[in-house]
């Protein structure tokens, strides 16, 4: 069983706070990523890493930022929260290989007032 | 890029009935296509996959068929169950990549007992 970890699972905050959003795994994953997922179901990739200290941007622009310091753990922060930012952040990560398959976890909930 | 389309958007069926989503993708080099399942409140999980050298794979009540040619690929679930109901993806590795998934924009099924 995959084993992704984020925290927390819902926050609410007020406008111009800076918040991070955790997102681990124990499964030794050296891919990461971070999708953003909005009303109307869509997922859209906002960063992904190869590794540690590799991060790379995704498809759809945010105004984000992760850090890859070690291999389990991936956070995004969001250093002043607007309400456009209100959404559903979800995290995943795959091994290396051949096929690319992705490992969810269960998502965080953010809501900016 | 790739790309995904899936249809339908949203699926009733009754108990006991099939339930097929249908997606096409776009570029031939693409050789993964993973079957996500989201209950409310929680992330994707994988719930079946196929790679390009497999025309079909079943498990239990689920099946996928891929057809190369026409590029396109569907989930069959069989003697749906309310446990069903819940917003299924279908995705591709994107030209055969080794890091990115492209998804499709969801079909939300809805099984009614």
């Known amino acids: 069983e995959a084993d992704i970890y984020q925290t927390p699972r819902y926050l609410v905050i007020g406008t111009g706070k800076k918040i991070t959003l955790e997102c681990s795994q124990t499964?030794?994953?050296?891919?990461m990523y971070w999708y953003q997922q909005d009303p109307g179901m869509e997922l859209h990739l906002i960063h992904y890493s190869y590794g540690v200290n590799s991060t790379e941007k995704g498809d759809l622009s945010s105004e984000s930022t992760v850090s890859r310091i070690r291999t389990e753990h991936f956070p995004l922060t969001l250093e002043s929260a607007r309400p456009s930012h209100t959404s559903q952040y979800l995290c995943?990560?795959?091994?290396?290989?051949?096929?690319?398959?992705?490992?969810f976890g269960p998502g965080t909930r953010l809501t900016v007032l | 890029g790739e790309n995904v389309e899936q249809h339908p958007s949203t699926l009733s069926v009754q108990e006991g009935d099939s339930a097929v989503i249908k997606c096409t993708y776009s570029d031939s080099a693409s050789n993964y296509f993973p079957w996500y399942k989201q209950e409310l409140g929680k992330g994707p999980q994988l719930i079946i996959d196929i790679r390009s050298n497999v025309g079909e794979k079943k498990d239990q009540r689920i099946a996928v068929t891929l057809n190369k040619t026409a590029k396109h690929f569907s989930l069959h679930i069989t003697e749906t169950q309310p446990e069903d109901s819940a917003v299924y993806f279908c995705a591709s590795n994107s030209g055969g990549s080794n890091y990115k998934l492209t998804f499709g924009k969801g079909t939300l099924l809805t099984v009614n007992p």
């Open positions: 995943a990560s795959s091994d290396v290989g051949a096929y690319n398959e992705q490992f």
């Open positions: 499964m030794g994953h050296d891919k």
